[in-house]
């Protein structure tokens, strides 16, 4: 299936802004992350516009973006 | 700081903290060793200092009964990184209730200045009193214990901060410093004026890279007691790193929370500017007065496009491996690096960017160089001026301050350099009071006459709950876009358990971007590595609570009444449909949220002011 994937900030860096990318059925926010060698603690994960877990299962068409979890100051 | 048990909870007074009491009417200082109460006394900074407060009545900032009270944490001056925060705390000339008291305030700061005040072998002074004429401290490591001197301070008057600290430098060549710009210098007109802490890259690279402790207006106070600068003079006395405090400061850098402020090229997110580019995936990033536009114009302001115009460069405070500071220099003709421009940090890069309505970085820079050379509260003084640009938006024919527009650099630049002189008290005494005199509240952005920083009250309606500044005293101002939690029992359960912890940084002398929670069992371990005191992360916890809830239970005393708990009211009036996060900030809500979560505070706030 195919999912849109949106990365941000720092994430971006050696890999994308966004990309269309190709995930085997059943597969979770944690496979997509996993796959792009993301460390998962403080990551800011939402699918189609709202936050989700980690093992959120996603579906054709979606859309999840991935955001580095920061803090003020 | 004398330890003479290892236990800090069953008995407390058997640690000493060496106190240092200047009556700068008379020019005389006394000192002490007291022994602590409780585990708060231990910890030190704003813990203890409250407890001071709290046995004073004061009902102007500005008289002579109001102490300033410079202090510092237990880990200040240790070998555990980050541990050089120094604390200023007062009843502050900005934040009042509207039955027109003072409310205590503490402000804190990095910079080497709190290390050496440690060395000299004080761990706290309280000034007393003003001088009739201008006078600067010294304090130094003598043969016999601390030494104190006050010294005339007039050729250091109408000087910038960082031109007060480097002619303060050349005489004390192995000192720090905390000085006041021309803003507390004229602590009449402007009562957001910053205390500016000297750092061992300014002293050595004679570049404006002072630290701030800015909020509250600190820096008024100390123009107000004729207070310019306080020099620290000492050796260094930085103890020898044991294997386990090496440990200790390993976990500080490899732990995920302080490698959110990592640089990138350490695999780090670039220290708080990259909150931009989370925030504007919201529409969340504050414009034009915290009124996000639902535009890209913000992206002039990511760094990628920053990095065009200047050499972005990532530095770090004395000692510390988190490197947060993303200082930019001018590149020179050849391609080199030429002359600072300014450190970006996310509040001032977007309180003297979007949300004036300018998006041009060389601008940006030029505004908050200024800020800092003048010493004004970054977060004050940019919150107060996007409401002059948005009121004279909505009142082009009876504008305020000339009629200066959002997007106008030069006239704003003008307005920032009469601000800090002096010469603009409607801008200097902050937007609470401004707003009050206009008769237009809603947009005016403060709670409890702090002034926001640039996170947008919708999304954090736990604003109301914090005691010192918006996000360094309520740790909930990214809960929303991290969590995406919007329901009642989700808030109540952040600020009445999470979000207050956020203060116990401001007691221990550590840096909030360590990234640990209190309770996480880094903090315990670093206070016995340090020390020798065995305090549990449960004790911990506890402690900063109740030095919280002492903070709360002081602002109902000076005053402060219920409705006073709130937000702006455009947050309710009128929501902003280009934020993508979730409105939930309703009326209904806040008030349900405020109901159950003083229900939950006000039992344990009982007993913890002096009668």
């Known amino acids: 299936m195919q999912i849109t994937v949106k990365l941000y900030g720092s994430l971006c860096i050696g890999r994308f802004h966004s990309a269309v990318r190709e995930y085997p059925d059943s597969s979770t926010i944690q496979t997509i992350v996993t796959d792009l060698g993301i460390p998962s603690e403080y990551l800011i994960r939402l699918k189609n516009g709202y936050h989700v877990p980690l093992e959120e299962v996603v579906q054709n068409g979606d859309t999840v973006s991935l955001l580095p979890m920061l803090d003020g100051g | ?611």
């Open chain 2, 1 to 611: 700081m004398r330890i003479l048990s290892q236990n800090p909870v069953t008995d407390p007074s058997t640690v000493l903290y060496r106190r240092c009491v200047v009556d700068l009417e008379t020019g005389t200082a006394t000192q002490e060793d007291v022994p602590c109460k409780n585990l708060e006394d231990v910890l030190g900074g704003f813990g203890r200092s409250y407890q001071i407060l709290a046995e004073r009545k004061i009902s102007e900032a500005y008289c002579p009964e109001n102490p300033l009270i410079l202090n510092i944490g237990i880990l200040t001056g240790s070998t555990v990184m980050t541990g050089l925060r120094s604390y200023f705390s007062s009843y502050s000339p900005l934040k009042q209730s509207r039955k027109g008291l003072p409310s205590a305030m503490w402000s804190a700061g990095s910079g080497n200045f709190g290390n050496k005040l440690k060395w000299t072998g004080l761990d706290e002074v309280i000034f007393e009193n003003r001088s009739a004429t201008p006078v600067y401290a010294v304090f130094s490591d003598g043969e016999n214990g601390p030494q104190v001197e006050i010294k005339p301070a007039v050729h250091l008057l109408g000087l910038t901060g960082h031109e007060k600290i480097m002619a303060l430098h050349k005489e004390y060549a192995d000192a720090h410093f905390a000085v006041i710009g021309p803003a507390g210098e004229n602590f009449n007109s402007v009562y957001m004026g910053a205390i500016i802490l000297s750092t061992d890259n300014q002293l050595k690279s004679g570049e404006g890279k002072s630290r701030f402790a800015g909020r509250g207006g600190m820096g008024s106070m100390m123009g107000y007691k004729n207070l310019i600068a306080i020099v620290a003079q000492s050796s260094d006395k930085m103890g020898k790193i044991t294997p386990d405090m090496r440990d200790v400061n390993r976990d500080v850098i490899k732990n995920g929370g302080s490698a959110r402020f990592q640089p990138v090229s350490q695999g780090g997110h670039g220290g708080t500017w990259a909150n931009i580019d989370v925030l504007q995936a919201f529409h969340a990033v504050p414009e034009n007065n915290f009124r996000p536009k639902g535009d890209e114009d913000v992206a002039g302001l990511f760094r990628p496009n920053v990095e065009k115009d200047f050499d972005v460069h990532s530095e770090a405070c004395f000692r510390c491996g988190i490197r947060c500071h993303n200082n930019l220099y001018h590149r020179n003709a050849d391609g080199s690096r030429g002359a600072l421009a300014a450190k970006f940090d996310f509040e001032p890069l977007i309180l003297f960017g979007s949300n004036i309505g300018i998006n041009d970085s060389r601008q940006v820079t030029e505004l908050i160089h200024l800020c800092d050379y003048l010493g004004m509260d970054a977060i004050s003084l940019g919150s107060t001026i996007s409401y002059v640009l948005d009121y004279n938006a909505r009142h082009p024919d009876q504008p305020l301050c000339d009629g200066v527009a959002f997007g106008q650099f030069d006239q704003i630049r003008e307005l920032i350099v009469r601000t800090g002189r002096g010469k603009l008290s409607e801008v200097g005494r902050g937007v609470k009071r401004l707003s009050e005199q206009t008769g237009e509240t809603s947009y005016a952005m403060h709670v409890k006459g702090l002034e926001l920083p640039a996170y947008l009250p919708e999304t954090n309606p736990a604003y109301a709950f914090a005691i010192a500044g918006g996000h360094m005293s309520m740790g909930t101002h990214m809960y929303l876009a991290k969590e995406g939690k919007t329901g009642l029992d989700d808030w109540v359960e952040v600020i009445t358990r999470q979000g207050l912890l956020q203060v116990g940084y401001d007691m221990i002398g550590l840096c909030k971007f360590v990234g640990v929670g209190m309770g996480h069992e880094l903090i315990s371990r670093a206070i016995g590595e340090a020390t020798g005191l065995k305090v549990s992360s449960e004790e911990i916890v506890t402690a900063v609570r109740r030095a919280y809830l002492r903070g709360l239970a002081l602002e109902l005393r000076q005053g402060y009444e219920d409705d006073e708990y709130t937000l702006p009211g455009q947050v309710f009036e009128n929501p902003n449909p280009n934020v993508t996060l979730p409105a939930f900030v309703t009326r209904e809500f806040f008030a349900r949220m405020k109901q159950r979560v003083w229900a939950i505070f006000k039992p344990e706030m009982e007993g913890l002011l002096p009668e």
